[in-house]
């Protein structure tokens, strides 16, 4: 089965994709994904997404991008983001230490996202960290250098292969976006995608790239000036 694993919704400050047009898309190609908005699972309690999938008959894997926030000579400093998986409540902005304590309360899994893009909120303390994390984008579609996806392919390969699941993503911010990098696994229900992510048995599988009108309306939808869908 194909899983967009990383995406949006209105709940996220910079997207637009309603819970419901993010069902009906991933119900009309077969999909399963996992909703992450930015610091917040609004849409899980509030956007009720679980319920509309669940009436859809589409898999969804609670989720969260979680930004990571550690002191530095006295002063907050974000140091980039952090995915969590089959999350059972919320997990607000902290240090990377209390954002691995709470992941293990809620027997969650930990993906690092778009681990080398310097021009985003990457996690640059990945690589020493690795060990905590049972996944890893290798592709995401919202990249704004493919290089940059080529560059977490290599590492993968040299350096975790076997070690951590491997993810393609679309962090779609726009219902357009939805599926341009998938994941494939061999299973149908919750706890059999945790297992396969446990096995690192996952294979990212990249669709497409997002465009430059999808990064646009992100700037828009951060300045209120476009609506939902």
């Given at each position: 089965m194909l899983f967009d694993l990383h995406l949006h919704s209105r709940y996220s400050v910079d997207a637009l994709s309603k819970p419901l047009s993010i069902v009906k898309i991933c119900e009309k190609r077969g999909w399963g994904f996992s909703l992450t908005d930015h610091n917040n699972m609004d849409a899980y309690t509030k956007g009720k997404i679980k319920e509309i999938a669940k009436k859809h008959k589409v898999l969804i894997i609670p989720g969260e991008e979680i930004k990571v926030v550690e002191k530095i000579n006295g002063k907050e400093k974000v140091?980039?983001?952090v995915i969590a998986y089959f999350l059972k409540k919320e997990i607000a902005?902290?240090?990377?230490?209390?954002?691995?304590d709470e992941v293990k309360k809620q027997d969650a899994l930990l993906s690092c996202?778009?681990?080398?893009e310097w021009?985003?909120?990457?996690?640059?303390?990945?690589?020493?960290?690795?060990k905590h994390f049972t996944c890893m984008e290798i592709y995401n579609a919202r990249a704004y250098y493919m290089g940059l996806n080529n560059e977490a392919l290599d590492y993968y390969e040299k350096n975790l292969k076997g070690k951590i699941a491997p993810l393609g993503a679309s962090d779609a911010h726009t219902p357009e976006e939805i599926g341009n990098g998938l994941t494939e696994i061999n299973a149908t229900?919750?706890?059999g995608v945790r297992k396969e992510m446990k096995k690192y048995k996952t294979k990212a599988v990249p669709m497409a790239k997002a465009k430059f009108s999808d990064h646009l309306q992100t700037q828009l939808a951060r300045r209120h000036l476009i609506g939902e869908r």
């Open positions: 140091c980039g983001e902005p902290t240090s990377f230490a209390n954002i691995l996202p778009h681990p080398f021009s985003r909120k990457n996690f640059k303390d990945f690589p020493k960290q690795q229900t919750l706890e």
